[in-house]
């Protein structure tokens, strides 16, 4: 079993910056991939990054490429998401993914299905 604890949410104006922080906690050794989703108001919950544990690779959605950031500790069991020139549409509920088996992102990524979900936390950018 794993647990997820995100924190590091809040209210920014546009332009801002926020990081975000996960936390993996439980009995699974190794994690495989981790990642972040959000779901705005009325959407369905989308991909935001990905970072394949062991070789440290990551992915991003094309919306915040070149703004958003994954990088994690050297437990491998915490990320973050440095997230700079926040806008009004990265307004959502950021979560907190894992998939502990194997090496890549397939499932978390590449078919929006991880394994283990955090609770959610609120991030809200004004104009």
């Known amino acids: 079993q794993l647990h997820l604890a995100e924190s590091g949410g809040g209210s920014v104006m546009a332009g801002g910056s926020l990081r975000l922080s996960c936390a993996a906690s439980?009995?699974?050794?190794?994690?495989?991939?981790l990642g972040w989703f959000r779901q705005g108001q009325q959407n369905e919950r989308t991909r935001v990054a990905s970072?394949?544990?062991?070789?440290?690779?990551?992915t991003y959605t094309a919306a915040v490429k070149g703004r958003f950031s994954i990088p994690q500790d050297n437990t491998k069991k915490v990320i973050y998401l440095q997230m700079n020139d926040l806008q009004t549409q990265d307004t959502a509920i950021y979560y907190c993914?894992?998939?502990?088996?194997?090496?890549?992102?397939?499932?978390?990524?590449?078919?929006?299905?991880?394994?283990?979900w955090g609770q959610g936390i609120q991030v809200t950018i004004s104009s």
């Open positions: 439980g009995s699974i050794d190794r994690i495989g991939c």
């Open positions: 970072i394949r544990t062991a070789s440290g690779g990551t």
């Open positions: 993914a894992a998939d502990p088996t194997g090496y890549t992102c397939l499932r978390l990524w590449n078919h929006n299905d991880p394994t283990y």
